[in-house]
């Protein structure tokens, strides 16, 4: 267990639909990501979240949108679903947002699995 | 942009020998980190092992540990003493230095497969 808490860990749903992914950060951690792991794209950094502030946006469509809480957990809302939007999402998360320090890696959850009929 | 290249979509190895992944990226940076992370079927991600780019001593994790050439842009992974339970899909990733955030670009991966 990684300590970041990711739900649900899998959801079917149809295209057009919108749906929502949570995750909880490890324990101390005030930074959030999340990624999409997808067959042809591979890994792509989604968005980024500091203390409740977004602090970098990658590839992120506009249907998708995110956002963290003030107790630090976030979410991840994927609305006009299509079947290219079935990949497996990934929260991440880490101490701070910024600075040198190596040991401050990132920890990942175990993903949630979104299939789009 | 930075790029990260994993050009062996597959690997295999039997038990117990000794293994390398290879992976080269691009950046123009001179500060910035690298890391493999492991995905075993569980779709975990794991971090194996990190080097930062200012360090010339290559980073050793027990049966894990790298080859950092700098100046050839290349990051491989040496496995030695290859256990079952290393295989996994294996990233490699990259890190700018500093900044305001930890934004990983990731190669495509490559699948270890360990024969017994």
């Known amino acids: 267990d990684s300590g970041v808490t990711q739900t649900p860990k899998h959801l079917i749903t149809a295209t057009g639909q919108r749906v929502t992914l949570r995750c909880s950060p490890r324990?101390?951690?005030?930074?959030v990501y999340w990624y999409q792991q997808s067959l042809d794209q591979g890994l792509q950094f989604l968005i980024q979240y500091y203390n409740g502030e977004e602090r970098a946006k990658g590839n992120i469509l506009e249907r998708f949108s995110a956002q963290q809480f003030p107790d630090l957990h976030s979410e991840l809302n994927l609305s006009s679903l299509e079947l290219g939007d079935s990949a497996l999402y990934f929260c991440a998360s880490s101490v701070a947002p910024g600075g040198d320090s190596g040991a401050n890696v990132l920890t990942f959850g175990a993903g949630s699995r979104l299939t789009v009929l | 942009a930075q790029t990260v290249t994993q050009s062996q979509p597959e690997m295999s190895v039997q038990e117990a020998e000794t293994v390398t992944l290879s992976c080269t990226y691009d950046?123009?940076?001179?500060?910035?980190?690298l890391f493999w992370y492991k995905q075993p079927p569980s779709r975990q991600m794991i971090l194996v092992i990190r080097?930062?780019?200012?360090?010339?001593q290559n980073a050793t994790e027990n049966r894990f540990s790298v080859n950092f050439q700098k100046a050839a842009k290349s990051f491989s992974l040496k496995i030695s003493d290859s256990q079952l339970g290393d295989a996994a899909m294996y990233f490699c990733a990259y890190r700018d230095s500093g900044g305001s955030n930890y934004k990983l670009t990731f190669g495509k991966g490559t699948l270890l497969t360990v024969n017994p």
């Open positions: 080097q930062e780019a200012y360090k010339q």
């Open positions: 950046t123009s940076e001179s500060d910035y980190y």
């Open positions: 324990s101390g951690d005030l930074s």
